[in-house]
T-cell receptor
Framework: EDQVTQSPEALRLQEGESSSLNCSYT??????LFWYRQDPGKGPEFLFT???AGEEKEKERLKATLTKKESFLHITAPKPEDSATYLC???????????FGAGTRLTVKP | DTEVTQTPKHLVMGMTNKKSLKCEQH?????MYWYKQKAKKPPELMFV???????INESVPSRFSPECPNSSLLNLHLHALQPEDSALYLC???????????FGSGTRLTVV
């Protein structure tokens, strides 16, 4: 069965303090790994898709990387507006549906 | 149009009521999804429609009944819900294949 584990569960950073979020996954036949941002009471907002080990994607202060077992979301010099829950999801195996990890709640203090 | 629109945004219903949640997209996506999300938990898949046909039903109780009238619309009919069904209900759409989903803002459902 597909499994997605995110760590840490919560992360508090000072503005400008760079860090990384981890997503470990187990899936047979990975078709895609996805990162989303979710603000309280809102639907997830799509950030990145990674398809194969070694692939990297960047968007503003965010950079996502992928290996055969995990993905990292690197946040460089974060700002308070980056505060949100970041969700990782995988698609693969016998189902085409997307399975989500529990998320990392990021708080960036000014 | 790059949005998924969900209505209503908030819904309070009694356990004997019948109500419907609506979802609409005009991006030409041929796959549409219903997810349920409890507070501080990840979204849980309920139903998947592909080309207007139900393709995945994650053993959801029969008090939830999905409907896909056409490729742009998705409904979730609710009947005889329980208080534990209170949650954020999210609709999403995508092209088929490993593509990111576009989510709506959700319907916050409270069952009293």
């Amino acid at each position: 069965e597909d499994q997605v584990t995110q760590s840490p569960e919560a992360l508090r950073l000072q503005e400008g303090e760079s860090s990384s979020l981890n997503c470990s996954y187990t899936v047979s036949g990975l078709r895609g790994l996805f990162w989303y941002r979710q603000d309280p009471g809102k639907g997830p907002e799509f950030l990145f898709t990674l398809y194969s080990a070694g692939e990297e994607k960047e968007k503003e202060r965010l950079k996502a990387t992928l290996t055969k077992k995990e993905s990292f979301l690197h946040i460089t010099a974060p700002k308070p507006e980056d505060s949100a829950t970041y969700l990782c999801a995988v698609q693969g195996g016998s189902n085409n549906d997307m399975r989500f990890g529990a998320g990392t709640r990021l708080t960036v203090k000014p | 149009d790059t949005e998924v629109t969900q209505t209503p945004k908030h819904l309070v219903m009694g356990m004997t009521n019948k109500k419907s949640l609506k979802c609409e997209q005009h991006m030409g996506h041929r796959a549409m999804y219903w997810y349920k999300q409890k507070a501080k938990k990840p979204p849980e898949l309920m139903f998947v429609y592909s080309y207007e046909k139900l393709s995945i039903n994650e053993s959801v109780p029969s008090r939830f009944s999905p409907e896909c009238p056409n490729s742009s619309l998705l409904n979730l009919h609710l009947h005889a819900l329980q208080p534990e069904d209170s949650a954020l209900y999210l609709c999403a759409s995508s092209q088929r294949g490993p593509q990111g989903y576009t989510f709506g803002s959700g319907t916050r459902l409270t069952v009293v």
